[in-house]
């Protein structure tokens, strides 16, 4: 089973409101990955998390805030964000997050910001 | 510096009509190199995984193939069904090796 799974599939919100985004993976996957793609450009990584731990943030503005519950979830807290941040979000998982892994993507959210 | 070029940028075939997909690369030590299909809206479908030169792989009208400058998915009388991106991606040994570097992608268009 090669699944990752996003909730909500679309959400529209204003530049006040507070959402989540979540994702979860069983495959056992010890590595877990939110990725940010605008239309015909490739995706964009923005948080990387390796058992639990964030260990890479790509200078991601405050306004996106990750969190990973445990080693199946992750979640993706967005406040006060601007038109600009609307993009389809992907969340990925793969094995522990060493060099030459295959990373597994879900099929993603697609966020508009009014 | 790391790079992915893609080409063509578009491909448009007819059903049946065999053709080659380009990944070209330039990367300080590949850890691996990645194809990836995406439908409009959708994320990513992993494809394939190639790791050294001479190394192919096979799945249905599509096979992957890599050599130390490029890699071609090679696809087989196509059908409308296998109208999608096409994504390429690389990790490369030095520096943040979890951070694939991607390609723009060939839009391929397979009319019936």
């Known amino acids: 089973d090669t699944e990752v799974t996003q909730t909500p599939k679309h959400l529209v919100m204003g530049m006040t409101n507070k959402k989540s985004l979540k994702c979860e993976q069983h495959?056992?996957?010890?590595?877990m990955y939110w990725y940010k793609q605008k239309a015909k450009k490739p995706p964009e990584l923005m948080f990387v998390?390796?058992?639990?731990?964030?260990?890479i943030n790509e200078s991601v503005p405050s306004r996106f805030s990750p969190e990973c519950p445990n080693s199946s979830l992750l979640n993706l807290h967005l406040h006060a964000l601007q038109p600009e941040d609307s993009a389809l979000y992907l969340c990925?998982?793969?094995?522990?997050?060493?060099?030459?892994?295959?990373?597994?993507f879900g099929p993603g959210t697609r966020l508009l910001v009014l | 510096e790391d790079q992915v070029t893609q080409s063509p940028e578009a491909l448009r075939l007819q059903e049946g009509e065999s053709s080659s997909l380009n990944c070209s690369y330039t990367?300080?030590?590949?850890?691996?190199l990645f194809w990836y299909r995406q439908d409009p809206g959708k994320g990513p479908e992993f494809l394939f995984t190639?790791?050294?030169?001479?190394e192919e792989k096979e799945k249905e009208r599509l096979k992957a193939t890599l050599t130390k400058k490029e890699s071609f998915l090679h696809i087989t009388a196509p059908k409308p069904e296998d109208s999608a991106t096409y994504l390429c991606?690389?990790?490369?040994?030095?520096?943040?090796?979890?951070?694939?570097?991607w390609g723009l992608g060939t839009s391929l268009a397979v009319n019936p």
């Open positions: 998390y390796s058992y639990e731990k964030l260990s």
């Open positions: 990367v300080s030590g590949l850890r691996g």
């Open positions: 495959m056992g996957h010890r590595a």
């Open positions: 190639l790791y050294s030169a001479g």
């Open positions: 990925a998982s793969s094995q522990s997050g060493g060099a030459g892994e295959t990373q597994y």
């Open positions: 991606a690389v990790q490369a040994r030095a520096g943040n090796n979890r951070k694939l570097i």
